[in-house]
């Protein structure tokens, strides 16, 4: 049964260590869409750090799909129709930022319009993450948080720290949250029922697609549900161990153009 969706991450998949496509991958996306390949950009970044490498990609417009917020929100890439959208409670953000406070971590709050921290001293990843995805920092403290629609938050800190404080997160958070590690200094924090490997059962579902015809293509701990729900797993040669050894193939890294070498081998051909 042929390939017909093709979910991709951005960050050490898609994109080069300098955070450029290269032009093998971009004539690959183009021939797999002339192939009417579905090709679906999955992310942990906000729509907003997306935009730029949609419109690069020719993917935001006749039916194309994005997913961000590693699964909390799917959305028509051309009209911005959500798929799907999930929110945490007031009540999720009081308990993660209090836990962050405890355990000594950096943290902030993301929504569709801005990140939002309660740290005065604004972390150093904080003004990375805002740099990376092309969205503003806003100051606020817990009590003004309460209105806002929250799709993840994120405990960021040096690597040593972040590790050290990881071990003092109590397992009742585990059981209510889907906890991913996306980078060594970044920790995050979605709904139980939020993973790009939902997302992508949702958007099968919605295309009338079995997952036999689903390939996911990563590299990082974050990418894991996907990979465990698709019909081809696609691992990059840069990806973690682990993370290969439930992958049905071994792409070339993304400073070599693996996202590329991927749909040539194993969707087009």
Same mark, same amino acid.
Request: glycine letters at 6%; proline letters at 3%; a negative charge.
């Given at each position: 049964? *042929? ?51 949609? &419109? ?7 039916? %194309? ?12 890439? &051309? ?9 945490? %409670? ?39 993450? %805002? ?50 590690? *996306?980078?060594?200094?970044?920790? &995050? ?31 990082? &701990? ?30 070339? *890294?993304?400073?070599? %153009? ?12």
């Amino acid at each position: 049964m *042929s390939i017909k969706l093709v979910a991709v991450d951005i960050d050490g998949t898609l994109i080069t260590d300098d955070r450029k496509v290269t032009s093998q991958v971009f004539e690959a996306v183009q021939e797999a869409k002339a192939n009417d390949v579905q090709v679906v950009i999955a992310t942990g970044r906000p729509i907003a750090g997306v935009t730029g490498l949609l &419109e690069e990609l020719n993917l935001n417009h006749n039916g %194309s799909y994005v997913i961000t917020f590693n699964g909390g929100l799917v959305q028509d890439a &051309e009209t911005g129709e959500e798929i799907v959208k999930e929110t945490m %409670s007031y009540e999720d953000y009081l308990d993660i930022e209090f836990l962050s406070r405890k355990i000594g971590l950096h943290m902030h709050a993301i929504t569709k319009e801005g990140i939002y921290t309660a740290n005065r001293n604004i972390g150093k990843y904080t003004v990375h993450e %805002s740099t990376l995805v092309n969205m503003p920092i806003f100051y606020r403290t817990p009590e003004e948080m309460a209105s806002k629609e929250i799709v993840k938050m994120m405990m960021i800190d040096e690597p040593d720290v972040l590790d050290a404080a990881i071990k003092k997160i109590p397992q009742e958070f585990y059981d209510k949250y889907n906890i991913v590690k *996306s980078t060594p200094f970044y920790l &995050e924090f979605m709904l139980k029922s939020v993973s790009k490997g939902n997302a992508i059962i949702h958007l099968a579902e919605k295309l009338g697609l079995d997952m036999d015809q689903t390939m996911a293509i990563g590299d990082a &701990e974050n990418d894991r549900a996907m990979l465990e729900v698709v019909g081809n797993p696609v691992v990059m040669e840069n990806g973690s161990p682990e993370l290969k050894n439930i992958a049905k193939y071994i792409t070339k *890294s993304n400073n070599e %153009s693996g996202v590329a070498y991927a749909i040539r081998e194993w969707v087009l051909h």
